[in-house]
Each structure stands twice: as structure tokens, then as C-alpha cells.
């Protein structure tokens, strides 16, 4: 898992509330990028930042919101919009926006196991 | 969006054999990449092929792209038990401002015993 830091591991909410998820790269990676994976599925793209106090929506924004106020740093909050929270979350990282395929690698954090009840 | 379709869903093998996975895309990619997940942990890279490549190796893996059928498959040459992960491949669309978006197929459940 490299150089990055999802803090905690395992996650409980009860429904309703705000859950902020920690996403920390000592890499030095232009890119961050957070992902949903639900049991036996691929991984979909939550929201995404290139540079820092910039983000985009990936596929699956509604009920998410980040911040990039930092490089090392992309925090993923889950809100109380968010229809179905449970999941796992993973962050990834991404070199820089080059064209060269070590620029086109994403690197994994462990991930968080998110659960709400 | 799910772009990827993988086959099979889930694989059993001897160590020893040879395990193969295969991944279909929609639309026009610039690379395609395979990844590994260990069960409850994050993924790790494996391999990227281009657009514009057909077949590339790596250790013991073996990829190759057909880009006319929009498929890829990776070959897993020698299975060993320590080789029993889950199976992703990811695409990043050809052209525009992807900023290197990853698209993620479902997955193939790869097991191989002892």
C-alpha cells in the first residue's frame, strides 16, 4: 500500500450523521482519487483532484463531498445525502499528468470499511 | 460507470496451472491496466498495455489487447497459491481531458489451491 494512509481502518455511523474519511500520501503525487467498491464489484469513481483547491465528480458524487487543501491530503466526507453509505472506500494516488505509463499507475491506500446502521 | 465486463467471474485452479482472465471495454481506450486485490486490502498495479501495443509480458504475466474486439486478457503463467486475489482491469478513454480516469471492470475471483 505504499505511501498512503487511510485512517481508520473500520468505520461505524449511525444513519444520519456526517463521516469524514482520512486520505494521507507522503508520495509527493499530483493526483488523488477516491473510489466505492461494494461486495463483488468493480471500483467506482467517487470525485477526483489533479492539483491542489481543485476536484472534479467522478460517476458517483451525489451525497460525497472532499476538499484539497493540501497535496498530502484528500479527505472524503460522506454525508447524510448519501442514499446507501456502506461500502469500502479506497484512495488512490496518481504521479503527475503525464503521458508516460509510470504517470498512468494509480497507487492504493488499504482502504476503509465503512458501515452505517 | 462500469465499463469493463470480466470472464470468468471467479477461477479454481491447481497451483502449477495456468490462469486466465479475460476483460471487455465499450469505448476507445488509451491504455488498458491490470490490478490485484488481496482480500479487504487496497489494489496494486500489474501491468498497463497501450492502445496501440498487442501483447506485452511482465514476470509471469502475460497480456495481450485486442483493440478491432475491444478485449484484453491477462495470462498468469505457473499459478502459486500466493497468486489467489481478485482480478481487475481498468481503462483510461483515448483523447479529451481524462486526466488519466480509471474505469474498472467487475472483476475475476482467482483461487488457486495448494
Known amino acids: 500500500d505504499g505511501g498512503i494512509t487511510q485512517s481508520p481502518k473500520y468505520l461505524f455511523r449511525k444513519e444520519g450523521q456526517n463521516v469524514t474519511l482520512s486520505c494521507e500520501q507522503n508520495?509527493?503525487?499530483?493526483?488523488m482519487y477516491w473510489y466505492r467498491q461494494d461486495p463483488g464489484q468493480g471500483l467506482r469513481l467517487i470525485y477526483y483532484?489533479?492539483?491542489?483547491?481543485?476536484?472534479q465528480k467522478g460517476d458517483i458524487a451525489e451525497g460525497y463531498s472532499v476538499s484539497r487543501e493540501k497535496k498530502e491530503s484528500f479527505p472524503l466526507t460522506v454525508t447524510s445525502a448519501q442514499k446507501n453509505p456502506t461500502a469500502f472506500y479506497l484512495c488512490?494516488?496518481?504521479?503527475?499528468?503525464?503521458?508516460?505509463?509510470?504517470?498512468?499507475?494509480?497507487?492504493f491506500g488499504p482502504g476503509t470499511r465503512l458501515t452505517v446502521t | 460507470s462500469q465499463q469493463g465486463e470480466e470472464d470468468p467471474q471467479a477461477l479454481s485452479i491447481q497451483e502449477g496451472e495456468n490462469a486466465t482472465m479475460n476483460c471487455s471495454y465499450k469505448?476507445?481506450?488509451?491504455?488498458l491496466q491490470w490490478y490485484r486485490q488481496n482480500s479487504g486490502r487496497g489494489l496494486v498495479h500489474l501491468i498497463l498495455?497501450?492502445?496501440?501495443?498487442r501483447e506485452k509480458h511482465s514476470g509471469r504475466l502475460r497480456v495481450t489487447l485486442d483493440t478491432s474486439k475491444k478485449s484484453s486478457s491477462l495470462l498468469i503463467t505457473a499459478s502459486r497459491a500466493a497468486d489467489t486475489a481478485s482480478y481487475f482491469c481498468?481503462?483510461?478513454?483515448?483523447?479529451?481531458?481524462?486526466?488519466?480516469?480509471?474505469?474498472f471492470g467487475q472483476g475475476t475471483i482467482l483461487t488457486v489451491h495448494p
Open positions: 508520495l509527493n503525487h499530483d493526483a
Open positions: 498495455i497501450r492502445s496501440n501495443e
Open positions: 481498468a481503462t483510461v478513454p483515448a483523447g479529451g481531458t481524462s486526466y488519466g480516469k480509471l474505469t
Open positions: 488512490a494516488t496518481r504521479r503527475d499528468g503525464g503521458v508516460s505509463e509510470a504517470s498512468y499507475e494509480q497507487y
Open positions: 483532484s489533479q492539483i491542489v483547491n481543485d476536484f
Open positions: 469505448t476507445s481506450i488509451n491504455n
